[in-house]
């Protein structure tokens, strides 16, 4: 593609649309795809895990982190910390259910940085009469809301657009396009003014299992054209150590390492 000052304007509009999404938590496409609790085989409830995980690159040790994970009586997260290798706490995110203890009505996601400091943001979320997700508000630590966002869903549930609004100002558009048989969603990413800035293929769901992936007892895949994972298990049948690897050039390459300690309801 020949670099114009549009094109370069265009792929800017794009990582900022990014950068957003990730610095502030907004909904996207895949956030809201891979939202299934796939934590744990068994139905055995769960207190709370603690994950302490080791990312490696190629000098090495990258990072070492852990996650104290505490859970309601339907095995959903209720809340997660987040600290790093020198065991201090950088991110807590707790949500809040109905009744039922399965649908989300809020969470409250808590961040230190070193350099903005201690930041609350407060999303609460609305569903249509089929349960399926349709508008979400985000309120900073005073109150005051500074993004919203809309969904316009299938007959699935799954999202065939996504409007993230900053104010009443449209900041960015996702439209998707899905083929159910090859487990596959093209992801059309628009600007403000809904000029098409980018375009990205994804899994709908990336625990279903595609041809030549190798899966083990607990319908786990352990290798696939891209990557193998190692996994161990407790006698519930819930994982308790991962080691994932990629491959390139028919050559494993670690990336990380995990272990994880369940503590079960007695």
Known sequence: MKLTLRNLLNCIQFLII????ISSRSQSTLTSLNKK???????????????????????????NTKEITSYNM?????AELRYDG????????TRTYDSSGTVCTARKFENWH???????????????????????????????????????????????????????????????E?????????????????????????????SKINPGDIVN????????STYEMEIKYDKFGNWIKKKYSTIKNGKLIKKSETTRTIKYLK
């Open 18 to 21: 990014i950068l957003f999404n």
């Open 37 to 63: 609790n796939n934590d744990f085989h068994s139905d055995k409830m769960v207190l709370e895990t603690i994950k302490n995980t080791t990312f490696y690159n190629s000098s090495g040790t990258l990072e």
């Open 74 to 78: 339907r095995n959903n997260v209720i």
């Open 86 to 93: 020198n065991n201090n706490l950088k991110q807590r995110l």
């Open 114 to 176: 070193p350099y903005l400091g201690h930041t609350i943001e407060i999303a609460s979320y609305k569903y249509d009469s089929k349960g399926f997700l349709i508008h979400t508000n985000n309120k900073n630590q005073k109150g005051q809301m500074f993004r919203h966002t809309d969904f316009i869903n299938n007959d699935k549930g799954d999202p065939i657009e996504i409007i993230n609004f900053n104010g009443n100002e449209i900041i960015g558009k996702e439209k998707n």
């Open 178 to 206: 899905y083929n159910y048989d090859k487990n596959e969603v093209i992801i059309n990413y628009f600007n403000q003014n809904d000029e098409l800035v980018n375009t990205q293929k994804s899994n709908i769901d990336y």
């Open 217 to 224: 007892e607990y319908g786990d895949i352990t290798k696939s």
